[in-house]
């Protein structure tokens, strides 16, 4: 989830787990606190700096999303509150009173990031198991506002009543949410069946602004199959009007289809088999038998060892190839994050202008199609 909307939960959380007499803690001091805490778990973003991929894979929604050392990051956060808002005599009850805050405004920044499709270690550092629903996406704006409206109601109302309800219909969407990932699953479900495939594997992601769009992706041997669906009833589309998106995402959101009007997308998949017959998909670098191999040894190379462990559904983005059709580098992407009609997101690889060299590693900025970054190893 967004880092904002992450504060407008905390900043609701620790208002609405006020005491209910001798507070020592403002009203404004407590959303300040409470914003402050929700938002904490993401300054893990500096470690892009250090190194991106390693960020993706090991240092994101990992030591500072744990569920275990939750307890020990609240009493930090807690203890520096009481300094920083309370005079010394009164700093023990501040910090009792803020541990609580923190810890409510903690706890539901993991519990949105779990119905996320990223992952969070929430075991950590006993295990770097990642927790993901994929039932809400990064960027939805009907659970922000709804966050807004808790925050709202947390903030101009002396009663708990009201921002739990709020709060009662937000936990309300993310399990309708729920429910709308069961019927995609079971819209790519029946056309994996339909295409005779044996026991895929099949996903469903939450897509960005609006809840009725889901994207599918059915996995079996060397494919990874892709479509974008609308659930979004016929009336509705029929009813609402157009709003006035820039082009770029005005031609994503034209992507998504009704389950009848699918349009499903091959893209190899970075672990293929290879193993004959093997159905390349067309497309801006489509490697012949000789490069997907040679991708598939980029694929298992070292440098590449994080973007292994943090792809779910890796896939062969792009190869680049030298006059004499030689490979010289190998993309890949993890599709759950890819749009329709977007640049992808992730884009790590490896390149070479010698097969005598060893693999270097890159990333592709994000939102441009070839601009390259060297990464350590």
Do not use: K, N
Not at 16 to 33: D, H
Not at 56 to 73: E, I, K, R, Y
Not at 230 to 248: C, F, M
Not at 352 to 371: E, F, G, K, S, V
């Amino acid at each position: 989830m967004d880092t904002l909307t992450h504060a407008l939960l905390g900043a609701a959380a620790a208002q609405v787990c006020r005491p209910r007499r001798g507070a020592v803690l403002g009203s404004r001091q407590r959303l300040l606190l409470g914003a402050a805490a929700g938002a904490f778990p993401d300054l893990d973003f500096v470690g892009f700096a250090w190194h991106p991929l390693r960020f993706l894979a090991d240092g994101h929604q990992g030591p500072t999303h744990s569920l275990l050392l939750l307890p020990l990051w609240a009493l930090a956060i807690a203890a520096l509150a009481a300094v920083l808002l309370a005079p010394p005599r009164g700093r023990r009850a501040a910090c009792a009173e803020a541990y609580v805050a923190v810890v409510a405004a903690l706890l539901v920044h993991l519990a949105a990031d779990v119905i996320t499709a990223y992952g969070v270690m929430l075991a950590f550092p006993l295990s770097t198991q990642r927790w993901a629903l994929g039932w809400i996406h990064l960027v939805d704006p009907v659970f922000s506002a709804l966050a807004l409206l808790a925050l709202l109601a947390a903030w101009r109302s002396r009663r708990r009543a009201l921002p739990l309800g709020v709060l009662a219909v937000l936990v309300g969407y993310v399990g309708l949410q729920g429910l709308a990932q069961q019927r995609a699953v079971e819209v790519a479900r029946g056309w994996a069946l339909a295409q005779g495939l044996a026991a895929p594997r099949i996903s469903a992601f939450a897509q960005p602004l609006s809840p009725w769009h889901w994207r599918l992706i059915v996995s079996e041997r060397d494919l990874h199959h892709v479509a974008d669906l609308d659930l979004a009833p016929r009336w509705l589309a029929a009813w609402s009007p157009p709003l006035p998106w820039p082009p770029p995402l005005r031609e994503m959101l034209a992507a998504y289809r009704p389950p009848a009007a699918l349009q499903w997308q091959p893209h190899l998949r970075a672990d293929a088999s290879l193993r004959p017959p093997l159905d390349l998909p067309a497309g801006r670098g489509r490697p012949d038998a000789a490069q997907a191999a040679a991708a598939q040894a980029a694929w298992r190379a070292a440098p590449l060892a994080p973007f292994r462990r943090f792809a779910t559904h890796p896939a062969l983005y792009r190869i680049d190839t030298a006059a004499d059709g030689r490979l010289r580098c190998a993309w890949f992407t993890d599709l759950r994050y890819d749009l329709p009609r977007l640049t992808a997101t992730f884009r790590y690889g490896l390149c070479r202008d010698d097969p005598a060299q060893p693999w270097r590693l890159y990333r592709l900025r994000y939102l441009q199609a070839d601009a390259r970054v060297a990464l350590p190893p």
